[in-house]
Protein backbone atom coordinates (compact mmCIF):
# COMPACT_ATOMS: atom_id res chain seq x y z
CA UNK A 1 0.00 0.00 0.00
CA UNK A 2 1.62 3.17 -1.11
CA UNK A 3 0.77 6.56 0.90
CA UNK A 4 0.85 9.50 -1.40
CA UNK A 5 1.32 13.06 0.18
CA UNK A 6 1.10 16.40 -0.76
CA UNK A 7 2.98 19.57 -0.12
CA UNK A 8 1.33 21.86 2.34
CA UNK A 9 0.23 24.87 0.77
CA UNK A 10 1.76 28.05 1.49
CA UNK A 11 0.13 31.47 0.94
CA UNK A 12 0.82 33.70 -2.18
CA UNK A 13 3.66 35.83 -1.50
CA UNK A 14 4.05 38.80 -3.14
CA UNK A 15 5.58 38.83 -6.35
CA UNK A 16 7.75 41.65 -7.37
CA UNK A 17 7.13 44.32 -9.83
CA UNK A 18 7.16 43.44 -13.75
CA UNK A 19 9.97 45.01 -15.61
CA UNK A 20 8.90 46.48 -18.90
CA UNK A 21 9.37 50.08 -21.21
CA UNK A 22 6.81 52.13 -22.18
CA UNK A 23 6.97 51.77 -25.31
CA UNK A 24 6.55 47.49 -26.65
CA UNK A 25 10.61 47.03 -27.98
CA UNK A 26 12.74 44.34 -26.42
CA UNK A 27 15.59 46.03 -24.20
CA UNK A 28 18.43 45.45 -26.19
CA UNK A 29 16.62 47.03 -29.62
CA UNK A 30 15.81 50.08 -27.23
CA UNK A 31 19.47 50.55 -26.11
CA UNK A 32 20.69 50.19 -29.57
CA UNK A 33 18.42 52.91 -30.90
CA UNK A 34 19.24 54.92 -28.30
CA UNK A 35 22.84 54.99 -28.53
CA UNK A 36 22.52 54.97 -32.85
CA UNK A 37 19.97 57.83 -32.44
CA UNK A 38 22.61 59.73 -30.13
CA UNK A 39 25.33 59.32 -32.63
CA UNK A 40 23.84 59.93 -35.67
CA UNK A 41 22.07 63.53 -33.80
CA UNK A 42 25.80 64.43 -33.47
CA UNK A 43 26.65 63.31 -36.75
CA UNK A 44 23.43 65.87 -38.40
CA UNK A 45 24.65 69.09 -36.25
CA UNK A 46 27.76 69.11 -38.61
CA UNK A 47 24.84 69.08 -41.55
CA UNK A 48 23.10 71.82 -43.44
CA UNK A 49 19.59 71.87 -42.02
CA UNK A 50 17.85 74.73 -44.10
CA UNK A 51 19.43 75.85 -47.62
CA UNK A 52 18.86 79.83 -47.13
CA UNK A 53 20.45 81.87 -44.16
CA UNK A 54 16.99 83.69 -43.36
CA UNK A 55 16.15 81.66 -40.59
CA UNK A 56 18.38 82.55 -38.13
CA UNK A 57 21.85 81.18 -36.73
CA UNK A 58 22.80 80.31 -40.66
CA UNK A 59 22.33 76.49 -40.63
CA UNK A 60 23.67 76.52 -43.98
CA UNK A 61 26.97 75.34 -43.21
CA UNK A 62 28.40 71.69 -43.51
CA UNK A 63 31.34 70.75 -40.76
CA UNK A 64 30.30 73.47 -38.39
CA UNK A 65 27.55 73.78 -36.08
CA UNK A 66 25.73 76.97 -35.31
CA UNK A 67 22.99 78.35 -33.20
CA UNK A 68 20.03 75.45 -32.09
CA UNK A 69 22.62 73.02 -34.24
CA UNK A 70 25.09 73.29 -31.12
CA UNK A 71 22.03 72.54 -28.48
CA UNK A 72 21.06 69.54 -30.12
CA UNK A 73 24.80 69.03 -30.50
CA UNK A 74 24.86 68.84 -26.38
CA UNK A 75 21.91 67.21 -25.92
CA UNK A 76 23.08 64.38 -28.35
CA UNK A 77 26.81 63.91 -26.64
CA UNK A 78 24.69 63.38 -23.44
CA UNK A 79 22.33 60.86 -24.48
CA UNK A 80 25.58 58.91 -26.60
CA UNK A 81 27.21 59.38 -23.04
CA UNK A 82 24.38 57.83 -20.98
CA UNK A 83 23.43 55.26 -23.76
CA UNK A 84 27.33 53.60 -23.36
CA UNK A 85 26.93 53.87 -19.66
CA UNK A 86 24.18 51.19 -20.19
CA UNK A 87 26.36 49.07 -21.69
CA UNK A 88 28.68 49.01 -18.78
CA UNK A 89 31.27 51.11 -20.31
CA UNK A 90 33.88 50.78 -17.17
CA UNK A 91 35.58 54.60 -17.98
CA UNK A 92 31.53 56.05 -17.97
CA UNK A 93 30.60 54.38 -14.85
CA UNK A 94 31.15 57.58 -12.78
CA UNK A 95 28.80 59.82 -14.63
CA UNK A 96 25.91 57.53 -13.47
CA UNK A 97 25.93 57.12 -9.72
CA UNK A 98 22.09 56.78 -10.02
CA UNK A 99 21.62 54.54 -13.30
CA UNK A 100 21.62 55.86 -16.39
CA UNK A 101 18.27 54.55 -17.92
CA UNK A 102 16.53 57.95 -16.22
CA UNK A 103 18.98 60.33 -16.96
CA UNK A 104 18.93 58.59 -20.84
CA UNK A 105 15.38 59.44 -20.88
CA UNK A 106 15.72 63.07 -20.41
CA UNK A 107 18.87 63.83 -22.76
CA UNK A 108 16.94 61.93 -25.36
CA UNK A 109 14.22 64.36 -24.49
CA UNK A 110 16.17 67.28 -24.93
CA UNK A 111 17.48 66.42 -27.80
CA UNK A 112 14.18 65.72 -29.86
CA UNK A 113 12.72 68.76 -28.13
CA UNK A 114 15.11 71.10 -29.40
CA UNK A 115 15.56 69.47 -32.69
CA UNK A 116 12.10 69.19 -33.61
CA UNK A 117 11.30 72.71 -32.29
CA UNK A 118 13.67 73.85 -34.87
CA UNK A 119 12.55 71.83 -37.82
CA UNK A 120 8.71 73.36 -37.25
CA UNK A 121 9.68 76.52 -36.69
CA UNK A 122 12.05 76.45 -39.97
CA UNK A 123 9.54 75.01 -41.62
CA UNK A 124 6.95 77.65 -40.03
CA UNK A 125 9.14 80.74 -40.83
CA UNK A 126 10.25 79.85 -44.82
CA UNK A 127 7.08 78.59 -46.04
CA UNK A 128 7.27 74.59 -45.43
CA UNK A 129 9.14 71.45 -45.14
CA UNK A 130 10.72 71.96 -48.56
CA UNK A 131 13.06 74.56 -47.10
CA UNK A 132 14.86 71.45 -45.06
CA UNK A 133 18.09 70.30 -46.28
CA UNK A 134 18.97 66.60 -45.87
CA UNK A 135 20.61 67.07 -41.90
CA UNK A 136 17.11 68.62 -41.27
CA UNK A 137 15.39 65.40 -41.95
CA UNK A 138 18.45 63.19 -40.44
CA UNK A 139 18.10 65.08 -37.41
CA UNK A 140 14.44 64.56 -37.17
CA UNK A 141 14.41 60.89 -37.30
CA UNK A 142 18.05 60.20 -35.49
CA UNK A 143 16.35 62.21 -32.18
CA UNK A 144 13.04 60.18 -32.79
CA UNK A 145 14.76 56.99 -32.86
CA UNK A 146 17.10 57.46 -29.64
CA UNK A 147 13.55 59.06 -28.27
CA UNK A 148 11.57 55.49 -28.79
CA UNK A 149 14.99 53.73 -28.16
CA UNK A 150 14.98 55.04 -24.44
CA UNK A 151 11.48 54.90 -23.83
CA UNK A 152 11.36 50.99 -24.42
CA UNK A 153 14.58 50.67 -22.12
CA UNK A 154 12.80 48.59 -18.66
CA UNK A 155 12.07 49.73 -15.39
CA UNK A 156 9.73 48.67 -12.38
CA UNK A 157 6.65 49.48 -12.65
CA UNK A 158 3.93 50.04 -9.95
CA UNK A 159 1.02 47.79 -9.64
CA UNK A 160 -2.28 48.61 -10.76
CA UNK A 161 -4.84 48.85 -7.79
CA UNK A 162 -7.55 46.31 -8.04
CA UNK A 163 -11.16 47.70 -9.86
CA UNK A 164 -13.62 47.57 -8.13
CA UNK A 165 -16.98 45.77 -10.61
CA UNK A 166 -19.00 48.22 -8.91
CA UNK A 167 -17.42 51.21 -9.71
CA UNK A 168 -19.12 53.44 -12.08
CA UNK A 169 -16.88 54.11 -15.82
CA UNK A 170 -15.82 57.58 -14.57
CA UNK A 171 -14.11 55.90 -11.38
CA UNK A 172 -12.54 53.14 -13.34
CA UNK A 173 -11.20 55.77 -16.69
CA UNK A 174 -9.80 58.03 -12.84
CA UNK A 175 -8.45 54.39 -11.59
CA UNK A 176 -6.52 53.53 -15.40
CA UNK A 177 -5.12 57.68 -15.78
CA UNK A 178 -3.44 57.31 -12.35
CA UNK A 179 -1.77 54.24 -12.74
CA UNK A 180 -0.92 55.38 -16.27
CA UNK A 181 0.23 58.79 -14.55
CA UNK A 182 2.30 56.98 -12.01
CA UNK A 183 3.96 54.59 -14.51
CA UNK A 184 5.52 57.58 -16.31
CA UNK A 185 6.32 59.23 -12.80
CA UNK A 186 8.36 55.74 -12.59
CA UNK A 187 9.73 55.78 -15.89
CA UNK A 188 11.79 58.70 -15.41
CA UNK A 189 12.72 58.16 -12.09
CA UNK A 190 16.34 57.57 -10.56
CA UNK A 191 17.68 55.39 -7.33
CA UNK A 192 19.73 57.30 -5.28
CA UNK A 193 23.12 58.06 -6.46
CA UNK A 194 25.99 56.47 -4.21
CA UNK A 195 27.96 59.27 -1.61
CA UNK A 196 30.65 60.33 -3.07
CA UNK A 197 33.70 58.98 -0.81
CA UNK A 198 36.44 61.37 0.87
CA UNK A 199 39.01 62.71 -2.12
CA UNK A 200 42.15 64.74 -1.67
CA UNK A 201 41.10 68.51 -1.03
CA UNK A 202 42.54 69.80 -4.17
CA UNK A 203 40.27 67.51 -6.44
CA UNK A 204 37.39 68.20 -4.33
CA UNK A 205 38.38 72.28 -4.83
CA UNK A 206 38.80 71.78 -8.85
CA UNK A 207 35.80 69.50 -9.48
CA UNK A 208 33.85 72.78 -7.37
CA UNK A 209 35.78 75.33 -9.86
CA UNK A 210 34.68 73.46 -13.12
CA UNK A 211 31.28 73.30 -11.87
CA UNK A 212 31.01 77.27 -11.34
CA UNK A 213 32.79 77.32 -14.75
CA UNK A 214 30.15 75.42 -15.99
CA UNK A 215 27.39 77.28 -14.28
CA UNK A 216 29.01 80.69 -15.71
CA UNK A 217 29.30 78.95 -19.70
CA UNK A 218 25.70 78.24 -19.37
CA UNK A 219 24.36 81.73 -17.85
CA UNK A 220 26.73 83.62 -20.38
CA UNK A 221 25.25 81.84 -23.21
CA UNK A 222 22.02 82.35 -22.08
CA UNK A 223 21.95 85.96 -21.48
CA UNK A 224 23.70 86.17 -24.70
CA UNK A 225 21.24 84.69 -27.14
CA UNK A 226 20.62 87.12 -29.80
CA UNK A 227 17.09 86.23 -31.24
CA UNK A 228 14.05 84.62 -29.53
CA UNK A 229 14.23 80.94 -31.36
CA UNK A 230 17.80 80.61 -29.90
CA UNK A 231 16.77 81.33 -26.23
CA UNK A 232 13.77 79.34 -26.17
CA UNK A 233 15.74 76.28 -27.31
CA UNK A 234 18.30 77.04 -24.67
CA UNK A 235 15.64 76.58 -22.33
CA UNK A 236 14.33 73.45 -23.82
CA UNK A 237 18.38 71.95 -23.75
CA UNK A 238 19.04 73.65 -20.23
CA UNK A 239 15.82 72.74 -18.25
CA UNK A 240 15.65 68.69 -19.70
CA UNK A 241 19.94 68.35 -19.57
CA UNK A 242 19.74 69.84 -16.34
CA UNK A 243 17.35 67.02 -15.28
CA UNK A 244 19.60 64.53 -16.96
CA UNK A 245 22.32 65.07 -14.89
CA UNK A 246 20.13 65.65 -11.85
CA UNK A 247 18.58 62.01 -12.28
CA UNK A 248 22.14 60.64 -13.16
CA UNK A 249 23.25 61.16 -9.57
CA UNK A 250 25.85 64.31 -10.79
CA UNK A 251 23.84 66.84 -8.99
CA UNK A 252 23.78 65.17 -5.72
CA UNK A 253 27.16 64.29 -6.36
CA UNK A 254 27.99 67.70 -6.22
CA UNK A 255 25.98 68.66 -3.77
CA UNK A 256 27.76 66.55 -1.33
CA UNK A 257 30.93 68.12 -2.52
CA UNK A 258 30.37 72.06 -2.23
CA UNK A 259 28.74 70.84 1.12
CA UNK A 260 32.64 69.83 2.48
CA UNK A 261 33.42 73.37 0.96
CA UNK A 262 30.62 76.15 1.54
CA UNK A 263 33.29 79.20 2.29
CA UNK A 264 34.84 78.15 -0.79
CA UNK A 265 32.16 77.22 -2.76
CA UNK A 266 30.57 80.95 -2.04
CA UNK A 267 33.41 82.60 -2.61
CA UNK A 268 33.93 80.93 -5.81
CA UNK A 269 30.61 81.92 -7.03
CA UNK A 270 31.08 85.16 -6.54
CA UNK A 271 34.77 85.04 -8.61
CA UNK A 272 32.89 83.45 -11.08
CA UNK A 273 30.27 85.96 -10.88
CA UNK A 274 32.97 88.78 -11.28
CA UNK A 275 33.95 87.10 -13.92
CA UNK A 276 30.86 88.11 -16.41
CA UNK A 277 31.85 91.63 -17.36
CA UNK A 278 35.14 90.39 -19.01
CA UNK A 279 33.39 87.91 -20.98
CA UNK A 280 30.94 90.21 -22.48
CA UNK A 281 32.37 92.32 -25.95
CA UNK A 282 30.21 95.31 -25.26
CA UNK A 283 27.68 96.32 -22.00
CA UNK A 284 24.45 95.17 -23.93
CA UNK A 285 24.15 92.10 -21.40
CA UNK A 286 25.66 93.79 -18.22
CA UNK A 287 23.18 95.93 -17.68
CA UNK A 288 20.55 93.18 -17.63
CA UNK A 289 23.62 91.62 -15.35
CA UNK A 290 23.01 95.08 -13.09
CA UNK A 291 19.24 94.31 -13.06
CA UNK A 292 19.02 90.89 -12.10
CA UNK A 293 21.92 91.20 -9.16
CA UNK A 294 19.83 94.11 -8.05
CA UNK A 295 16.42 91.69 -7.95
CA UNK A 296 18.03 89.24 -6.48
CA UNK A 297 19.54 91.24 -3.27
CA UNK A 298 16.41 92.17 -2.71
CA UNK A 299 14.39 89.00 -3.50
CA UNK A 300 17.27 87.30 -0.86
CA UNK A 301 16.27 90.52 1.89
CA UNK A 302 12.36 89.25 1.13
CA UNK A 303 13.83 86.14 1.81
CA UNK A 304 14.40 86.67 5.41
CA UNK A 305 11.20 87.92 5.95
CA UNK A 306 8.95 85.11 3.67
CA UNK A 307 11.33 82.30 3.90
CA UNK A 308 12.79 81.95 7.95
CA UNK A 309 10.64 84.56 9.66
CA UNK A 310 7.05 83.28 7.88
CA UNK A 311 5.74 86.84 7.62
CA UNK A 312 3.92 87.16 4.39
CA UNK A 313 4.54 90.76 2.97
CA UNK A 314 2.97 91.57 -0.38
CA UNK A 315 4.55 95.30 -0.14
CA UNK A 316 8.30 94.66 0.19
CA UNK A 317 8.87 96.80 -3.08
CA UNK A 318 7.97 100.12 -1.26
CA UNK A 319 11.11 99.80 1.08
CA UNK A 320 13.36 99.28 -2.47
CA UNK A 321 11.72 102.45 -3.18
CA UNK A 322 12.37 104.31 -0.29
CA UNK A 323 16.04 103.47 -0.06
CA UNK A 324 16.21 104.66 -4.08
CA UNK A 325 14.31 107.62 -3.11
CA UNK A 326 17.14 108.47 0.04
CA UNK A 327 19.35 108.11 -1.99
CA UNK A 328 18.32 110.43 -5.00
CA UNK A 329 17.57 113.08 -2.82
CA UNK A 330 21.29 113.04 -1.45
CA UNK A 331 22.59 112.80 -4.77
CA UNK A 332 22.75 116.31 -5.77
CA UNK A 333 20.56 115.59 -8.51
CA UNK A 334 18.99 119.26 -9.96
CA UNK A 335 15.39 117.47 -9.24
CA UNK A 336 16.03 116.91 -5.95
CA UNK A 337 14.55 119.89 -3.66
CA UNK A 338 17.35 119.27 -1.15
CA UNK A 339 20.58 120.87 -2.30
CA UNK A 340 23.26 118.34 -1.05
CA UNK A 341 25.30 115.67 -2.37
CA UNK A 342 26.89 112.90 0.01
CA UNK A 343 29.63 110.59 -0.99
CA UNK A 344 28.87 107.12 -1.92
CA UNK A 345 29.24 105.49 2.00
CA UNK A 346 26.82 107.95 3.00
CA UNK A 347 24.00 107.80 0.57
CA UNK A 348 24.17 103.72 1.47
CA UNK A 349 23.92 104.90 5.01
CA UNK A 350 20.98 107.36 4.49
CA UNK A 351 19.07 104.69 2.21
CA UNK A 352 19.26 101.63 4.42
CA UNK A 353 18.67 103.46 7.34
CA UNK A 354 15.50 105.67 6.25
CA UNK A 355 14.14 102.23 4.77
CA UNK A 356 14.95 100.52 8.21
CA UNK A 357 13.14 102.76 9.81
CA UNK A 358 9.96 102.78 7.48
CA UNK A 359 10.20 99.23 8.52
CA UNK A 360 10.20 99.45 12.22
CA UNK A 361 7.52 102.25 12.14
CA UNK A 362 5.38 99.87 9.53
CA UNK A 363 6.05 96.83 11.80
CA UNK A 364 5.57 97.85 15.05
CA UNK A 365 1.88 98.65 14.83
CA UNK A 366 1.04 95.76 12.28
CA UNK A 367 3.11 92.65 13.16
CA UNK A 368 1.11 91.44 15.87
CA UNK A 369 -1.47 90.32 13.29
CA UNK A 370 -1.10 87.08 11.51
CA UNK A 371 -1.03 85.56 8.47
CA UNK A 372 -4.03 86.55 5.60
CA UNK A 373 -4.40 90.25 7.75
CA UNK A 374 -0.69 90.99 8.20
CA UNK A 375 -0.50 90.20 4.20
CA UNK A 376 -3.23 92.65 3.46
CA UNK A 377 -2.03 95.13 5.73
CA UNK A 378 1.60 95.44 3.84
CA UNK A 379 0.07 95.07 0.50
CA UNK A 380 -1.71 98.77 1.64
CA UNK A 381 1.06 99.86 2.97
CA UNK A 382 3.14 99.02 -0.80
CA UNK A 383 0.29 101.25 -2.20
CA UNK A 384 0.34 103.91 -0.03
CA UNK A 385 4.08 104.80 -0.47
CA UNK A 386 3.56 104.71 -4.21
CA UNK A 387 0.58 106.84 -3.95
CA UNK A 388 2.03 109.34 -1.61
CA UNK A 389 5.50 109.30 -3.52
CA UNK A 390 3.16 110.12 -6.40
CA UNK A 391 1.66 112.65 -4.66
CA UNK A 392 4.23 114.84 -2.65
CA UNK A 393 4.96 117.38 -5.72
CA UNK A 394 4.47 120.50 -4.25
CA UNK A 395 0.63 120.48 -5.37
CA UNK A 396 -1.09 118.03 -3.54
CA UNK A 397 1.96 117.80 -0.47
CA UNK A 398 5.29 119.15 0.27
CA UNK A 399 7.86 119.21 -2.74
CA UNK A 400 9.77 116.85 -1.75
CA UNK A 401 9.81 113.69 -4.59
CA UNK A 402 8.45 115.93 -7.51
CA UNK A 403 5.70 113.87 -8.18
CA UNK A 404 4.92 111.71 -10.71
CA UNK A 405 8.24 113.19 -13.01
CA UNK A 406 10.66 111.73 -10.02
CA UNK A 407 14.04 112.50 -9.51
CA UNK A 408 15.85 112.78 -12.45
CA UNK A 409 19.56 113.34 -13.45
CA UNK A 410 20.52 111.45 -10.91
CA UNK A 411 24.37 111.62 -11.56
CA UNK A 412 26.73 108.65 -11.40
CA UNK A 413 28.48 107.71 -8.52
CA UNK A 414 32.64 107.99 -8.02
CA UNK A 415 34.18 106.04 -5.10
CA UNK A 416 37.70 106.50 -4.07
CA UNK A 417 37.84 108.21 -7.59
CA UNK A 418 36.71 105.75 -9.49
CA UNK A 419 33.83 107.04 -12.10
CA UNK A 420 31.40 104.02 -12.23
CA UNK A 421 29.63 106.07 -14.97
CA UNK A 422 32.90 106.34 -17.22
CA UNK A 423 34.24 103.22 -19.31
CA UNK A 424 37.68 101.78 -17.85
CA UNK A 425 40.20 99.84 -19.09
CA UNK A 426 41.46 96.63 -16.35
CA UNK A 427 43.73 94.26 -17.44
CA UNK A 428 43.17 94.66 -21.52
CA UNK A 429 39.50 94.94 -21.16
CA UNK A 430 37.11 97.63 -21.50
CA UNK A 431 34.43 97.71 -18.63
CA UNK A 432 31.86 99.98 -19.07
CA UNK A 433 29.42 101.82 -17.19
CA UNK A 434 26.98 99.06 -16.57
CA UNK A 435 29.65 96.49 -15.80
CA UNK A 436 31.09 98.68 -13.16
CA UNK A 437 27.37 99.18 -11.57
CA UNK A 438 27.55 95.62 -11.91
CA UNK A 439 30.93 94.78 -9.89
CA UNK A 440 29.55 97.27 -6.85
CA UNK A 441 26.18 95.79 -7.09
CA UNK A 442 27.97 92.00 -6.41
CA UNK A 443 30.23 93.43 -3.32
CA UNK A 444 26.41 94.83 -2.65
CA UNK A 445 24.81 91.26 -2.89
CA UNK A 446 27.84 89.48 -1.37
CA UNK A 447 27.32 91.52 2.38
CA UNK A 448 23.68 90.59 1.95
CA UNK A 449 24.28 87.13 1.77
CA UNK A 450 26.95 87.32 4.17
CA UNK A 451 24.15 88.98 6.56
CA UNK A 452 21.88 86.16 5.66
CA UNK A 453 23.89 83.39 6.59
CA UNK A 454 25.09 84.57 9.78
CA UNK A 455 21.54 85.62 10.78
CA UNK A 456 19.77 82.24 9.88
CA UNK A 457 22.67 80.59 12.03
CA UNK A 458 22.20 82.62 15.24
CA UNK A 459 20.36 82.58 18.13
CA UNK A 460 17.80 84.93 16.35
CA UNK A 461 17.92 83.23 13.27
CA UNK A 462 16.50 80.17 14.87
CA UNK A 463 14.13 82.00 16.80
CA UNK A 464 12.66 83.36 13.16
CA UNK A 465 12.39 79.24 12.10
CA UNK A 466 10.75 78.16 15.07
CA UNK A 467 8.09 81.39 14.80
CA UNK A 468 7.89 80.15 11.17
CA UNK A 469 7.18 76.98 11.83
CA UNK A 470 4.69 76.90 15.06
CA UNK A 471 4.34 80.65 16.70
CA UNK A 472 2.26 79.45 19.39
CA UNK A 473 4.69 76.86 20.47
CA UNK A 474 7.46 79.58 20.14
CA UNK A 475 5.61 81.61 22.32
CA UNK A 476 5.30 79.11 24.74
CA UNK A 477 8.79 77.94 25.13
CA UNK A 478 9.55 81.44 25.72
CA UNK A 479 10.29 83.33 22.41
CA UNK A 480 9.63 87.00 22.07
CA UNK A 481 7.32 86.73 19.19
CA UNK A 482 7.02 90.60 18.06
CA UNK A 483 10.34 91.64 18.45
CA UNK A 484 11.96 88.63 16.74
CA UNK A 485 9.51 89.65 13.62
CA UNK A 486 10.43 92.97 14.25
CA UNK A 487 13.91 92.37 14.01
CA UNK A 488 13.21 90.03 10.88
CA UNK A 489 11.14 92.64 9.28
CA UNK A 490 13.56 95.87 10.14
CA UNK A 491 16.50 93.28 8.56
CA UNK A 492 14.77 92.72 5.34
CA UNK A 493 13.61 95.99 4.96
CA UNK A 494 17.20 97.73 5.37
CA UNK A 495 19.23 94.97 3.10
CA UNK A 496 16.27 96.67 -0.26
CA UNK A 497 17.10 99.99 0.86
CA UNK A 498 20.60 99.07 0.52
CA UNK A 499 19.97 97.44 -3.20
CA UNK A 500 17.64 100.87 -3.54
CA UNK A 501 20.79 102.97 -3.28
CA UNK A 502 22.31 101.84 -6.39
CA UNK A 503 19.40 101.11 -8.35
CA UNK A 504 18.44 104.98 -8.18
CA UNK A 505 22.23 105.82 -9.57
CA UNK A 506 22.22 102.62 -12.01
CA UNK A 507 18.26 104.19 -13.85
CA UNK A 508 19.79 107.79 -13.51
CA UNK A 509 15.60 108.50 -12.59
CA UNK A 510 13.23 107.12 -9.65
CA UNK A 511 9.89 107.65 -10.33
CA UNK A 512 6.57 106.22 -7.75
CA UNK A 513 5.48 104.13 -11.20
CA UNK A 514 8.53 102.15 -10.70
CA UNK A 515 7.26 100.14 -6.99
CA UNK A 516 3.77 98.83 -7.81
CA UNK A 517 2.54 95.71 -6.70
CA UNK A 518 2.67 94.04 -9.68
CA UNK A 519 3.53 94.64 -13.58
CA UNK A 520 4.94 92.87 -16.72
CA UNK A 521 8.72 94.51 -15.29
CA UNK A 522 10.43 93.80 -12.23
CA UNK A 523 11.18 94.52 -9.87
CA UNK A 524 7.69 94.42 -8.06
CA UNK A 525 6.22 92.67 -4.72
CA UNK A 526 4.61 90.20 -6.79
CA UNK A 527 7.80 89.43 -8.80
CA UNK A 528 10.01 89.43 -5.54
CA UNK A 529 7.77 86.97 -3.93
CA UNK A 530 7.54 84.49 -7.08
CA UNK A 531 11.38 84.56 -6.74
CA UNK A 532 11.79 83.52 -3.70
CA UNK A 533 8.92 80.68 -3.72
CA UNK A 534 10.27 79.85 -7.07
CA UNK A 535 13.75 79.48 -6.34
CA UNK A 536 13.20 77.88 -2.53
CA UNK A 537 11.78 79.88 0.59
CA UNK A 538 14.57 79.65 3.06
CA UNK A 539 17.60 79.38 1.50
CA UNK A 540 20.61 81.41 0.04
CA UNK A 541 20.60 79.92 -3.69
CA UNK A 542 17.01 79.90 -4.33
CA UNK A 543 15.76 83.51 -4.61
CA UNK A 544 19.29 84.62 -6.30
CA UNK A 545 18.55 81.54 -9.37
CA UNK A 546 14.94 82.60 -9.27
CA UNK A 547 15.28 86.45 -9.15
CA UNK A 548 17.74 85.63 -12.13
CA UNK A 549 14.98 83.51 -14.32
CA UNK A 550 12.21 85.65 -13.27
CA UNK A 551 14.09 88.66 -14.60
CA UNK A 552 15.92 86.63 -17.50
CA UNK A 553 12.80 85.09 -18.88
CA UNK A 554 10.53 87.80 -19.53
CA UNK A 555 13.14 90.27 -20.66
CA UNK A 556 13.49 87.67 -23.40
CA UNK A 557 10.33 86.53 -23.98
CA UNK A 558 8.94 90.32 -25.28
CA UNK A 559 7.92 88.85 -28.67
CA UNK A 560 4.73 86.95 -27.09
CA UNK A 561 3.68 90.22 -26.45
CA UNK A 562 0.48 90.60 -24.96
CA UNK A 563 0.80 86.68 -24.14
CA UNK A 564 3.95 87.26 -22.45
CA UNK A 565 2.47 87.35 -18.42
CA UNK A 566 0.12 84.43 -19.88
CA UNK A 567 3.18 82.31 -20.77
CA UNK A 568 4.84 83.10 -17.33
CA UNK A 569 1.82 82.28 -15.37
CA UNK A 570 1.50 78.63 -16.86
CA UNK A 571 5.27 78.22 -16.31
CA UNK A 572 4.67 78.81 -12.83
CA UNK A 573 1.73 77.00 -12.16
CA UNK A 574 3.45 74.00 -13.70
CA UNK A 575 6.83 74.45 -11.52
CA UNK A 576 4.30 75.10 -8.24
CA UNK A 577 2.38 71.37 -9.41
CA UNK A 578 5.35 69.65 -10.13
CA UNK A 579 8.08 71.17 -7.62
CA UNK A 580 6.26 73.14 -4.69
CA UNK A 581 9.22 73.34 -2.87
CA UNK A 582 11.47 75.30 -4.82
CA UNK A 583 14.58 75.14 -7.38
CA UNK A 584 16.95 75.03 -4.55
CA UNK A 585 14.86 72.66 -2.08
CA UNK A 586 14.98 73.14 1.63
CA UNK A 587 15.25 69.83 2.72
CA UNK A 588 12.35 69.97 5.52
CA UNK A 589 9.72 71.80 2.85
CA UNK A 590 10.61 69.16 0.37
CA UNK A 591 9.80 66.58 3.08
CA UNK A 592 6.56 68.25 3.52
CA UNK A 593 5.57 68.00 -0.05
CA UNK A 594 6.98 64.82 -0.51
CA UNK A 595 5.94 62.52 1.77
CA UNK A 596 7.42 59.45 0.22
CA UNK A 597 10.73 61.40 0.09
CA UNK A 598 13.26 59.10 2.65
CA UNK A 599 13.89 61.25 5.79
CA UNK A 600 17.87 62.56 6.40
CA UNK A 601 19.85 61.95 9.14
CA UNK A 602 20.43 65.60 9.56
CA UNK A 603 17.99 68.15 9.21
CA UNK A 604 19.32 71.61 7.31
CA UNK A 605 17.32 74.83 8.61
CA UNK A 606 18.06 77.21 5.60
CA UNK A 607 18.57 74.52 2.72
CA UNK A 608 21.97 73.30 1.00
Same mark, same amino acid.
Given at each position: ?????????????????????????????????????????????????????????????????????????????????????????????????????????????????????????????????????????????????????????????????????????????????????????????????????????????????? *?? $???? %?? !???? #? &?????? @???? =???????????????????????????????????????????????????????????????????????????????????????????????????????????????????? *?? $???? %?? !???? #? &?????? @???? =?????????????????????????????????????????????????????????????????????????????????????????????????????????????????????????? %??????????????????????????????????????????????????????????????????????????????????????????????????????????????????
Amino acid at each position: MTTQTTAPETPDTPSAPAEAGLIGLPPTLGRALALGGGVLTIVSTFMSWTWTSDFPGDLTVYGYPGGLQVLVLIGGVLTTLFALAGYGVKALRHIVPAGGDAALRFAALASFATAWYTVIAISDELGGVVNLDPGGFVVAVATLAALVGSLALPFRQPEADPIDPDDSSWEQFKNKAAHKRETIKAAFAAGSPRPVGKLPAFVEILIIAV *VL $ALGL %LV !FTYG #I &GTQYDE @LFIG =YLITAGFGFAALNKAGLVAQATQITARHQTITVFGAFIAAALFPFTQTDDQYATIGVYILIFATVALGLNIVVGLAGLLDLGYVAFLGVGAYAAALVSGSPSSPWDVHFPFWAAVL *VG $AAAS %LT !FGVL #I &GAPTLR @LRGD =YLAIVTLGFGEIFRITANNLDGTSGPDITNGSNGISSIPDLKILGWDLGAPHDVFGFTIGRFANYFLLMLIITAVVVLVFRRSGDSRIGRAWVAIREDETAALAMGINGFKVKLIAFAVGAS %LAGLAGTVQAHVTYTVTPEQYQFAGPIPPNSAFLLAAVVLGGMGTIGGPLIGASLLYLIPNKLQFLGDYQLFAFGVALILLMRFRPEGLVANRRRQLEFHEEAETPTVLSKTGA
